[in-house]
Structure formats: structure tokens, C-alpha cells
């Protein structure tokens, strides 16, 4: 099954539009009722399902994908640790920078790194 990577980019514009809109509720009610952790755990709920959807939009049938695809269910189950959190990072890094990948898969490990990154409070220059 192949995706069109116009409308790929057009459900990535989509949910940037929705994050903008999430914070902004997320931010209003923190005003409004409660504690700035509240805050911070919505945040991470959120960036959470952002990775799952670009986890899915990554995983691969073909073999030489395997290794990619393991650390991808590994994150989505929770059940990755320290270091294939850096292997992942490092994965996702180099399909960013791979320009013969399509733009919405490049997108995607993008959401998916800045997700990771939000998550976990890292840089992405410190993959370690």
C-alpha cells in the first residue's frame, strides 16, 4: 500500500494546526484548574500519540526494515531502554537527512524525533 506524500503532508499541516490548538486549550485550562504537572503529563499523553501515529506511518513489511520496525514496536509498547531509545533517535536522524525518502516519511521520522524528544526532554544533538 503506498501514500501519497501530498496527502501525507496534508495531515501533518493538519495536526501541527491541532497541536497549536491543543496547547492553547491545555494552556488555558492549566490557568484556570490546576497544577503545571498537569500540564506537563497532558503534554506527554499527547506527544505519546503523535509517535504512535508516526511509528505507523514508518514501519515497513520489507526485511531490511526489521530492525527499524523492532525499535518502533518497542516504543509503542513501552517498552524500549536508555540505549535503543539512542538507536532509534540515530535511525530517525539519518531518514530525515535521506533525501531519496519522500517527504512524508522524512515528516514523520521528524514528528516522530521531535516527539521522542518532547517525551523524554532531550536535544537532538545529544542522542546519547
Known amino acids: 500500500m503506498t501514500i501519497d506524500s501530498g496527502v501525507i503532508i496534508q495531515v501533518i499541516t493538519w495536526v501541527f494546526s491541532l497541536v497549536g490548538l491543543y496547547i492553547k486549550i491545555v494552556l488555558d485550562n492549566a490557568k484556570l484548574s490546576g497544577p503545571i504537572g498537569t500540564l506537563e503529563e497532558q503534554m506527554k499523553v499527547f506527544w505519546k500519540d503523535v ?3 508516526a511509528a505507523r506511518i ?3 513489511p520489507h526485511p531490511e526494515a526489521r530492525p527499524m520496525d523492532e525499535l ?4 509503542n509498547q513501552g517498552e524500549i531502554s536508555v540505549p535503543q531509545i539512542v538507536e532509534l533517535k540515530q535511525k530517525l536522524v539519518e531518514k530525515i537527512q535521506d533525501k531519496n525518502l ?3 516519511e522524512r515528516s514523520a521520522a521528524s514528528l516522530m524525533l521531535r516527539a521522542i524528544e518532547r517525551i523524554h526532554q532531550t536535544k537532538t544533538g545529544g542522542l546519547a
Not at 518502533?72 to 516504543?75: F, R, T
Request: no cysteine.
Open 72 to 75: 518502533l514496536e518497542l516504543w
Open 102 to 104: 519522500d517527504t512524508g
Open 51 to 53: 509517535s504512535y501515529d
Open 58 to 60: 514508518l514501519h515497513k
